[in-house]
């Protein structure tokens, strides 16, 4: 792989299969977003950078960290008002566990999930 990505490797019986880290963030980007009480991905520092660069990030507010023979997920997320913190946390880290899980088939070793705040629903209809 000559690029500057990050790809996860897995060898197969008939070469090896690489999956790059973004494809991986954007698989738990959109499994956090489906989760009921969920408003959105919450911005962190490198996707603030990009979109100030002028480049589209799908899975702002998703790292991803690759070890060995594991994936570790963290997701910052804005949750909707009037839903309960660990439970919509919850629900999000079983919703990327299975998302990546099933489509990549790489072990999760954990997902983290950061609540950075509550949206009301003014703020929603504005968006």
Do not use: W
Not at 1 to 30: F, Q, T
Not at 56 to 73: D, F, Q, R, T, Y
Not at 94 to 101: D, L, P, Q, R
Request: charged fraction near 20%; include cysteine; charge should be negative.
């Amino acid at each position: 792989m000559a690029d500057a990505r990050e790809y996860v490797s897995r060898p197969d019986e008939l070469g090896n299969i690489h999956i790059s880290e973004e494809v991986l963030a954007v698989i738990a980007a959109a499994a956090a977003l489906e989760t009921e009480g969920v408003a959105s991905l919450a911005p962190n520092l490198g996707s603030d950078l990009a979109e100030l660069l002028g480049k589209k990030n799908l899975s702002k507010g998703v790292h991803i960290a690759v070890n060995e023979s594991s994936v570790s997920v963290e997701v910052s997320i804005f949750l909707k008002y009037g839903y309960t913190i660990p439970e919509v946390a919850k629900a999000v880290q079983e919703a990327v566990f299975s998302a990546i899980g099933n489509t990549s088939g790489l072990h999760v070793e954990c997902v983290n999930i950061n609540v950075g705040g509550i949206a009301f629903e003014r703020e929603l209809k504005k968006a």
